[in-house]
């Protein structure tokens, strides 16, 4: 298995190296606390438990095309990870198997996919620093680039995409101080480095989504590590990086999962600890004038009933209601002696309420992704442990009908 330092080391105090993107997540300093609702009634469908040949470890969010068939990545199993589809009939077909070798290895980002059904994603490391491929319909998967160092290291998030097809993403390590990057690869295989971050002001470790605007501007954030609790950050097209907030650990600190957009350009996203009770806020940034707005304080920490470590990237509905995973909390089992994890709905009150508790090992353990939404308003995740009695440490994927 894939162990969580790639991604999460700090939270334990296992990795002090920015180069494995750690996060020394370590503030208990008081913040406004928004008030609980009870679990509503939903119904919790177990769709795949994963089995280690087929994947393992999947804590990237999903993707779903129009038939209803959903898409991701699993950052363990079948070789090295693997790229999978689960149609409506769940049945799961792996699309493509790393092999930890030239191929690379450990994809931990959401897939992005094209009109034609081409998939794109990055793998974390394997040989080189981590490489941005494609997936064409028939299964072929290239490799449109792999990273050195110099141009970045371990990407972790997910992709854009432009009009013209170029691609947009971060790696959370590398460049010319080793703080990150923020990248373009154009369709011939070009990779342009349009920001290096410093580890300073600017933060660093910029591990989750970003957002491209109609003007061609990109949001995202950094988690930081010990540059400071993070930022929010806006580059525009002549690569000029602004700072749009910074957090002091009230009001978060560790925004990993990145960044979504609503219609009129304002955005939302987490913090994985900081805070109350130091297990993560939910945010708003106003378009308008760059207002920052905490929306929610997880209260009682990763043992509480709401849960804490939201580390997955939000979804929103058309009503916007926001939606998101905790990785801890919510109680029925104890790693690390918190619970399993929760998914949760934020509504336009900042009403909170606990959809899902992750309590029994059948319907899977710690939620990293986040959620991905259909028309009629189920939700569709995955957990990164859990699942088959067969492989307890394998994942899930699930779907929450209202």
């Given at each position: 298995?894939i162990?969580?330092?790639?991604?999460?080391?700090?939270?334990?105090?296992?990795?002090?190296?920015?180069t494995?993107?750690?996060?020394?997540?370590?503030?208990?300093?008081?913040?406004?606390?928004v008030?609980?609702?009870?679990m509503?009634?939903?119904?919790?469908?177990?769709?795949?438990?994963?089995?280690?040949?087929?994947g393992?470890?999947?804590?990237?969010?999903?993707?779903?095309d129009?038939?209803?068939?959903?898409?991701?990545?699993?950052?363990?199993?079948?070789?090295?990870?693997?790229?999978?589809?689960?149609?409506?009939?769940?049945?799961?077909?792996?699309?493509?198997?790393?092999?930890?070798?030239?191929d690379?290895?450990?994809?931990?980002?959401?897939?992005?996919?094209?009109?034609?059904?081409?998939?794109?994603?990055?793998?974390?490391?394997?040989?080189?620093?981590?490489?941005?491929?494609?997936?064409?319909?028939?299964?072929?998967?290239?490799?449109?680039?792999?990273f050195?160092?110099t141009?970045?290291?371990?990407?972790?998030?997910?992709l854009?995409?432009?009009?013209?097809s170029n691609?947009?993403?971060?790696?959370?390590?590398?460049?010319?101080?080793?703080?990150?990057?923020v990248?373009?690869?154009?369709?011939?295989?070009?990779?342009?480095?349009?920001?290096t971050?410093?580890g300073g002001?600017?933060?660093?470790?910029?591990?989750?989504?970003?957002?491209?605007?109609?003007?061609?501007?990109?949001?995202?954030?950094c988690?930081s590590?010990?540059?400071?609790?993070?930022?929010?950050?806006?580059?525009?097209?002549t690569?000029m990086?602004?700072?749009?907030?910074t957090?002091?650990?009230?009001?978060?600190?560790g925004?990993?999962?990145?960044?979504i957009?609503?219609?009129?350009?304002n955005?939302?996203?987490?913090?994985?600890?900081?805070?109350?009770?130091?297990?993560?806020?939910?945010?708003?940034?106003?378009?308008?004038?760059?207002?920052f707005?905490?929306?929610?304080?997880?209260?009682?920490?990763?043992?509480?009933?709401?849960?804490?470590?939201?580390?997955?990237?939000l979804a929103?509905?058309?009503?916007?209601?926001?939606?998101?995973t905790?990785?801890?909390?919510g109680?029925?089992?104890?790693?690390?002696?918190?619970?399993?994890?929760t998914?949760?709905?934020?509504?336009?009150?900042?009403q909170?309420?606990?959809?899902?508790n992750?309590?029994?090992?059948?319907?899977?353990?710690t939620?990293y992704?986040?959620?991905?939404?259909?028309?009629?308003?189920?939700?569709?995740g995955?957990?990164?442990?859990?699942?088959?009695?067969?492989?307890?440490?394998?994942?899930?994927?699930?779907?929450?009908?209202?």
């Amino acid at each position: 298995m894939i162990t969580k330092m790639r991604h999460l080391s700090g939270i334990a105090g296992l990795c002090p190296r920015p180069t494995t993107a750690a996060l020394v997540l370590a503030s208990l300093l008081m913040a406004a606390v928004v008030a609980t609702q009870p679990m509503q009634a939903q119904t919790f469908h177990l769709l795949y438990a994963f089995n280690g040949s087929d994947g393992a470890d999947a804590v990237a969010s999903l993707i779903r095309d129009s038939g209803g068939n959903l898409y991701g990545t699993t950052a363990e199993g079948g070789g090295a990870g693997t790229v999978f589809r689960l149609d409506k009939t769940r049945k799961l077909t792996v699309l493509h198997s790393f092999t930890g070798e030239a191929d690379s290895s450990h994809p931990m980002a959401a897939l992005l996919r094209d009109s034609a059904g081409n998939l794109y994603g990055t793998t974390y490391d394997g040989i080189g620093d981590g490489t941005v491929f494609k997936i064409d319909p028939s299964g072929t998967k290239t490799v449109l680039h792999r990273f050195s160092g110099t141009d970045g290291m371990y990407p972790q998030g997910s992709l854009v995409r432009d009009e013209s097809s170029n691609l947009y993403g971060t790696t959370t390590a590398g460049g010319a101080v080793n703080w990150g990057t923020v990248f373009k690869l154009d369709t011939s295989g070009a990779l342009t480095t349009l920001y290096t971050f410093t580890g300073g002001t600017d933060g660093s470790l910029p591990m989750g989504s970003v957002v491209r605007d109609v003007a061609g501007n990109l949001y995202g954030t950094c988690a930081s590590y010990s540059t400071g609790p993070g930022t929010v950050w806006k580059l525009d097209t002549t690569g000029m990086l602004t700072v749009l907030h910074t957090f002091d650990g009230t009001d978060g600190q560790g925004p990993a999962g990145g960044l979504i957009a609503d219609a009129a350009g304002n955005l939302y996203g987490t913090t994985v600890a900081g805070g109350s009770s130091d297990a993560g806020t939910v945010f708003r940034i106003a378009k308008k004038n760059g207002s920052f707005s905490l929306l929610h304080d997880f209260a009682g920490g990763s043992t509480g009933p709401e849960g804490g470590l939201p580390f997955g990237t939000l979804a929103r509905d058309s009503a916007g209601n926001l939606y998101g995973t905790n990785v801890y909390g919510g109680g029925g089992c104890s790693p690390r002696g918190s619970g399993c994890g929760t998914v949760w709905k934020l509504d336009t009150n900042n009403q909170l309420t606990v959809l899902t508790n992750f309590g029994k090992g059948n319907q899977g353990k710690t939620p990293y992704g986040g959620v991905v939404l259909d028309k009629a308003g189920n939700l569709y995740g995955t957990t990164s442990r859990g699942g088959s009695r067969h492989c307890s440490m394998c994942g899930t994927v699930f779907k929450i009908t209202p």
